[in-house]
């Protein structure tokens, strides 16, 4: 299967400062890629999808203005958490998919902590 | 809308045996897919299985096989010959024919015991 990198694994930080997660598929173009957050002994909740050089599109509930998606190359997106709060605290998880492919590669996922 | 029920919170299994989890589904869509990830305590969703709608024999990839059937909306997993490795959570996931979101069931926790 396709290799997704994410990267920090681990973060921890303070509250109200913010942290940007990098999502990178290394070994296909990845013209979607989504971003998920997963809550301890939960399901995946899907946050955004984003496609390469457009705006993310945002699932109900999830705050635009909080978690910042960027998608500049068919290889990188990222997402950030703004002013972080211990209620941010989660796992993310980002996987991508390629323009011929129905399956989703998953990233090993990011684990944040806000003190 | 779409909706994966995964009926069983937690399996144990004894090495070397087959196990079965369970995934029913509901969608109003005819073309749609099904997929199975498996996340092992470390976090990471591990792809293991894809049934298209209209694929006429259940999937296989090694030891993992799709029992699909269309009639019940089912499309539970097969794994055979059950290792200790195989501990982990299964997630069972549906994705619109056409679209790109997955939706995801509530996982199972797949205990294999020596």
């Known amino acids: 299967g396709a290799v997704v990198s994410q990267h920090p694994s681990r973060v921890i930080c303070k509250s109200g400062t913010s942290v940007k997660i990098e999502c990178r598929s290394l070994?296909?173009?990845?013209?979607?890629m989504f971003w998920y957050r997963q809550f301890p002994k939960q399901s995946l909740m899907l946050m955004a999808t984003?496609?390469?050089?457009?705006?993310?599109?945002?699932e109900q509930g999830v705050e635009k203005d909080k978690f910042l998606i960027n998608h500049a190359s068919l290889t990188l997106s990222t997402l950030t958490v703004t002013s972080a709060h211990p209620e941010d605290s989660s796992f993310y998880i980002c996987?991508?998919?390629?323009?011929?492919?129905?399956?989703?590669?998953f990233g090993p996922g990011t684990r944040l902590t806000v003190l | 809308a779409q909706k994966i029920t995964q009926t069983q919170p937690g399996m144990f299994v004894q090495e070397k045996e087959a196990v079965t989890l369970d995934c029913t589904y509901d969608t109003s869509d005819p073309s749609y897919g099904l997929f199975w990830y498996k996340q092992p305590s470390s976090g990471e969703m591990i792809f293991l299985i894809y049934?298209?709608?209209?694929?006429?024999q259940n999937a296989t990839e090694g030891r993992y096989s799709l029992n699909f059937q269309k009639a019940r909306k089912s499309a539970n997993l097969v794994i055979s010959a059950s290792q200790l490795g195989d501990s982990a959570m299964y997630f069972c996931?549906?994705?619109?024919?056409?679209?790109?979101?997955?939706?995801f069931g509530t996982g199972t926790q797949l205990k294999v015991e020596l």
């Open positions: 070994d296909f173009q990845a013209t979607t």
């Open positions: 996987s991508a998919g390629g323009l011929y492919t129905d399956t989703q590669y």
């Open positions: 049934q298209g709608s209209y694929d006429q």
């Open positions: 984003s496609n390469e050089g457009s705006k993310a599109t945002y």
């Open positions: 996931a549906i994705k619109r024919g056409g679209g790109n979101k997955l939706t």
